[in-house]
T-cell receptor
């Protein structure tokens, strides 16, 4: 099956620093990837849609300068949390849609990255 | 409303069947999905059903779809401790997938 790899799985950083999270589709190409944030015992909150070769589309209320998204290739999207603060601590999950089989619309998810900002 | 609705918790005894329910909103949704999330992990697609079907069975999983009521259910037969997780239903809308808040399935010994 299609595999999405997310790295790092856990990261702890100091307040004010920037953290980059990578999302890779390992055995398929993904022109579209999605970044979610998940709070404890809550559902996924879509942050942005990452489009290969173009700017990401951010959901309302998500600061694009705070959460930088780069989708430089068909298999890699990165999310950089800039000047992180404790309130940015969360579980970040990416997903990707297989460009080769868009009919079902199913998404393949990474394992998630737990960010803790001290 | 615009939300995909699920109960937050379901508790069942090991060996019993679990039935997780979901109501969705968009009658034009073509696909509906069930995802499983184990603690500290991402989401894993369990199964999906096309909107012109009313039932799909895959081993211990049975999905029922009632389009008239916009109701989707996931039945897990012979529930095991490894089934303990959060189960999300999702509907495919024109602008992407919309998820419910997830149902925590708790297994009692």
């Amino acid at each position: 099956g299609a595999v999405v790899s997310q790295h790092p799985s856990r990261v702890i950083c100091k307040s004010g620093t920037s953290v980059k999270i990578e999302c890779r589709s390992l055995d398929f190409q993904a022109t579209t990837m999605f970044w979610y944030r998940q709070f404890p015992k809550q559902s996924l909150m879509l942050m942005a849609t990452s489009n290969e070769g173009s700017k990401a589309t951010y959901e309302q209320g998500v600061e694009k300068d705070k959460f930088l998204i780069n989708h430089a290739s068909l298999t890699l999207s990165t999310l950089t949390v800039t000047s992180a603060h404790p309130e940015d601590s969360s579980f970040y999950i990416c997903s990707a849609r297989d460009t080769g089989r868009t009919g079902t619309g199913e998404l393949f998810f990474g394992e998630g990255s737990r960010l803790t900002v001290l | 409303g615009e939300d995909v609705e699920q109960s937050l918790f379901l508790s069942v005894r090991e060996g019993d069947s679990s039935v997780i329910n979901c109501t969705y909103t968009d009658s034009s949704s073509t696909y509906l999905y069930w995802y499983k999330q184990e603690p500290g992990a991402g989401l894993q697609l369990l199964t999906y059903i096309f909107s012109n079907m009313d039932m799909k069975q895959d081993q211990r999983l049975t999905v029922l779809l009632n389009k008239k009521d916009k109701h989707l259910s996931l039945r897990i037969a012979d529930t095991q401790t490894g089934d303990s997780a959060i189960y999300f239903c999702a509907e495919k809308r024109a602008d992407g997938l919309t998820f419910g808040k997830g149902t925590h399935l708790i297994i009692q010994p």
